[in-house]
Structure formats: C-alpha cells, structure tokens
C-alpha cells in the first residue's frame, strides 16, 4: 500500500468511533446527571444531546452537564468536527443534523405543527453512521424519538432506552418501547456499563460481521433458518446474505456471544430471540411524506378550506390504503395535529 493511502487508512480508521445520540425532555436533566455519573469519561465515544427547549430559551444546560462528567461539554455549532470523549449539546429551537461526523445546525420550520429535534437528529445520524449509531432516549413526554429509533435500528445501529419505571416522566420511553425494536431496556445509571459492553465488542471494533463469507452455508447458519421457518413459517435461506450476517451479528453482539453455536444455542433456549431476529430481518422503515409540498397544501388549503365550514367537534376521519404496521398513521397524526 503506498505510504499515502496507509497514511489515510489509519486516519480513517482511527475516526470510528462511536456516536451515541440522546434523546430528552421534561425529567431529562437528571436522568442526564445519573447517566454520565456512571460512565467513565475514558470511553472513546462522543455523545450528541438533543433536548426540549423552547427556541428563546437560554439554556444552562452545557454548564450543568460539566458538574457530572470530566469529559468537555460543549454546545454543537456548525459544522464541528465530532472528538472522542466530547459531549455536544443542541442549542434550543434547532434541528441538528450529522454528515460525514462534522454538526450542522438547521432551522426549525416555523410551519411544521411540531417541533420533533430527536427523530430529525436519530434520522441523520442513522444515515451518516449506519451500525455505529446509537440512540438513547431518556426521561420525557411526548412521543419524539421513536421514529429516528427505528431508523437507527433499520442500519444496524443500537437503541437503548431509560426504563419507564426509573424514568421522572415516562412518555418518551414508553412510546419508544411500545415501537418493539429496543435492545437495552434500563434504569440510567446501568447504561453505561451496557453501552461500554457493546461498544467494545468486535462487531464494532472490527467493523467486520463475526459471520464471515465461508460460514454462510455452514451448519450454525442453516440451524438458523432452520429455527427460523420453524417459528414464523418463512423460509429465509435465499434471503439477502449480506443483511443475514448483519443481523446475526449485531444480535450476537447484544447478547455478548462470541460464536455462532453459542447462539444457536441461545436461539433454542430463548424463542422470543427467534422472534427478536425474524422481526430484525425484515425491519423496515416508514418515510411517508414523500411528496411534502402535496401535504402543505393538504393541510393549509384543501382541509383548512373544508374544515372551516364545519361545526366545532366535527369528527374528520382519514382513510390511509396499504398501511401494514400503522407508522403511517403515526406519521399524519403528527403532521396533521
């Protein structure tokens, strides 16, 4: 390799680290206080905190966040270049938003209903980090985060959210855990050692899937699919191979196992794992604004046109066709609130 391009490989290497996202509102600050008290600052990560804050609002929070952890915290500005053991704070009444690991800062739309900077925030970082993405959401109301946590999941990325018995105000969570696609439920202070336990792990440290080419048509692989179809009826064994050792990799990667039998024995033993996978396979993301503009003048002409003539109370009702899991209505009820 040319003294050039090993000198390039070692940078870009070296600038994998992982981003974690985290997602807060109303109780928010301690959670916070609890999470970074129980991590070490050593831990080779940067941390991205998007918060509830009104857009005229002075926040203190940067300041308050330096009290818990010997890490520097910082608020996000255009176009920062992410650093290890940095945390960066969204300033009130911004989207924030992620390429190639550099923050930009964005205007809230002053005509969107509301204001979601947690699923606009776990949305980029999910494209920009695909399966070294983390989303965390903490203590809140509301239902902003699930979304972009399903996002993060459709790249292989991790989803950890504060259990919303331990959680001041437990919206936020109990929505993103009524999603079905979180890996770590936990009380704030045991993330950390679950979020150095998997970050340390070669799936990420490697880059590397531990199912490699030559063990695709192995005997642990087609006990899989065996136990696959056996559960759900479906025959994945022609099923994109690329995706397939994604998957059973970074489950592999939740549940710390280190080869392919010990999960296929974790796979036996535990059949809601079978169902945590098939659903991992064939996870898929709902992006139902296709066209905006049609909405704007949905929402702005046509419906406020047809409302207007209407009494007070009058029940609307919007027929959504081939809405298979219901995220569609999800996202119009937002739109349209």
């Not at 960066?88 to 390429?99: D, E, H, S, T």
């Not at 606009?120 to 999910?126: T, W």
């Not at 809601?272 to 049609?294: G, M, Q, S, W």
Request: glycine residues 6%; aromatic residues 8%.
């Amino acid at each position: 390799m040319p003294k050039n391009n090993k000198i390039s490989h070692q940078l870009s290497k070296q600038s994998k680290f992982t981003i974690v996202g985290i997602g807060s509102s109303a109780g928010g600050l301690e959670a916070l206080e609890i999470f970074f008290s129980h991590l070490s600052p050593n831990n080779e990560m940067a941390f991205i905190i998007v918060s509830h804050q009104k857009p005229d609002h002075l926040s203190l929070l940067p300041e308050l966040l330096a009290g818990f952890t010997e890490m520097s915290v910082l608020t996000a500005e255009n176009n920062v270049l992410l650093q290890k053991n940095h945390v960066y704070v969204c300033p009130p009444g911004k989207n924030l938003g992620i390429l190639n690991r550099r923050l930009h800062l964005m205007d809230a739309k002053e005509s969107q209903p509301l204001h979601l900077p947690i699923d606009y925030f776990f949305r980029s970082l999910a494209a920009d980090l695909q399966e070294m993405a983390i989303g965390i959401i903490l203590s809140g109301t509301g239902t902003d985060g699930t979304l972009g946590l399903k996002t993060i999941k459709a790249e292989s990325g991790m989803s950890m959210v504060q259990e919303p018995k331990s959680a001041k105000f437990d919206g936020m969570p109990s929505s993103a855990v009524s999603m079905g696609d979180v890996d770590f439920i936990l009380p704030a202070e045991k993330m950390g050692k679950q979020l150095l336990a998997y970050t340390q792990s070669p799936f990420l440290l490697t880059m590397k899937p531990i199912v490699n080419e030559e063990m695709s048509v192995q005997e642990p692989i087609q006990k899989i699919f065996m136990l696959l179809r056996s559960r759900t009826g479906h025959d994945l064994s022609n099923y994109k191979q690329s995706t397939i050792k994604r998957r059973i990799a970074r489950r592999m990667n939740i549940h710390q196992l280190k080869n392919l039998d010990n999960y296929v024995r974790f796979l036996q033993e535990n059949p809601h794992e079978i169902d945590c996978l098939f659903k991992e396979l064939l996870i898929n993301v709902t992006n139902f604004f296709r066209d905006p503009a049609a909405f704007e003048v949905l929402a702005s002409k046509i419906l406020a046109d047809y409302l207007a003539s209407k009494p007070e109370n009058y029940e609307l009702r919007l027929w959504i066709p081939a809405c298979s899991s219901g995220e569609e209505a999800y996202s119009i009820g937002y739109y349209f609130a």
